[in-house]
C-alpha cells in the first residue's frame, strides 16, 4: 500500500532487554515524526525528523531512547534497558515539505509494546 | 507550552442524534488546529484542519469544527450521527511557526459511541 507502515504490529519484550521499531514512511515525504501512545492517553511527541537529522528531540524521555534515519526515508527507533513503564503503542507519521498538504501528517498502524 | 484539553473522554448519543465534542487549548502564540479519528482496530486519520482564513471548516463525512479564537476552542459537530462514526476522535495543535512542520501536541481523546 502508499500508507506508513510500521514493523512490527506487537512486539513483546522482557525488561532489560534492547528493541528496535521501524517505521517505513510514504514515498516522498521528508518529515517523519514519532509519537507514543499510552493507555488512556492522546499520542505525545517523541522526535521528528527533517530528511536524515533530527530536527527536534524534545520529547525522548531519556537517554534510552534513540532513533536514526540514516538515508531519509526508513527510520528506527531504538530503545535500550526497556522497562515496564516503555509499554505503549509507538506511532509513526510523515508528512510533505511543501505545498498545500504540508501540514497533514499521516500515521501508520503503530507498534504495541509491552514489556513484561 | 501548549496544551490541549477534550473535557469529555466518552460521549454516548443515538444515532441520527447531534453531537459535539469539545476541545479547547492554551497557546500564547497562533496555533494550527486538527481533528483526528481512530475508528476500532484503526490507524489514526485525519478528519479537517484549521490553518488560515474561515473559521469553519468541514470534512466530507458531515462533520465540521470552528475556530474561536477568543475562547481557546475548536469544538467538533456533527447535526446528525451515524453508527459508522463510533470511533475515538482527538483534537491536537500545532505551533504555526511560519513554515509547515512541528509536533502535534494532541487531546487525551474522546470515545464517541453511537447506539441504534
Known amino acids: ?116 | 507550552a501548549q496544551s490541549v484539553t477534550q473535557l469529555d473522554s466518552q460521549v454516548p448519543v443515538f444515532e441520527e442524534a447531534p453531537v459535539e465534542l469539545r476541545c479547547n487549548y492554551s497557546s500564547s502564540v497562533s496555533v494550527y488546529l486538527f481533528w483526528y479519528v481512530q475508528y476500532p482496530n484503526q490507524g489514526l486519520q485525519l478528519l479537517l484542519k484549521y490553518l488560515s482564513g474561515s473559521t469553519l471548516v468541514e470534512s466530507i463525512n458531515g462533520f465540521e469544527a470552528e475556530f474561536n479564537k477568543s475562547q481557546t476552542s475548536f469544538h467538533l459537530r456533527k447535526p446528525s450521527v451515524h453508527i459508522s462514526d463510533t470511533a475515538e476522535y482527538f483534537c491536537a495543535v500545532r505551533i504555526s511557526y511560519g513554515g509547515s512542520q512541528g509536533n502535534l501536541i494532541f487531546g487525551k481523546g474522546t470515545k464517541l459511541s453511537v447506539k441504534p
Open chain 1, 1 to 116: 500500500g502508499a500508507g506508513v507502515s510500521q514493523t512490527p504490529s506487537n512486539k513483546v519484550t522482557e525488561k532489560g532487554k534492547y528493541v528496535e521499531l521501524r517505521c517505513d514512511p510514504i514515498s516522498g515525504h521528508t518529515a517523519l515524526y514519532w509519537y507514543r501512545q499510552s493507555l488512556g492517553q492522546g499520542p505525545e511527541f517523541l522526535i521528528y525528523f527533517q530528511g536524515t537529522g533530527a530536527a527536534d528531540d524534545s520529547g525522548l524521555p531519556n537517554d534510552r531512547f534513540f532513533a536514526v534515519r540514516p538515508e531519509g526515508s526508513v527510520s528506527t527507533l531504538k530503545i535500550q534497558r526497556t522497562e515496564r513503564g516503555d509499554s505503549a503503542v509507538y506511532l509513526c507519521a510523515s508528512s510533505l515539505t511543501s505545498g498545500r498538504l504540508a501540514d497533514t501528517q499521516y500515521f501508520g498502524p503503530g507498534t504495541r509494546l509491552t514489556v513484561l
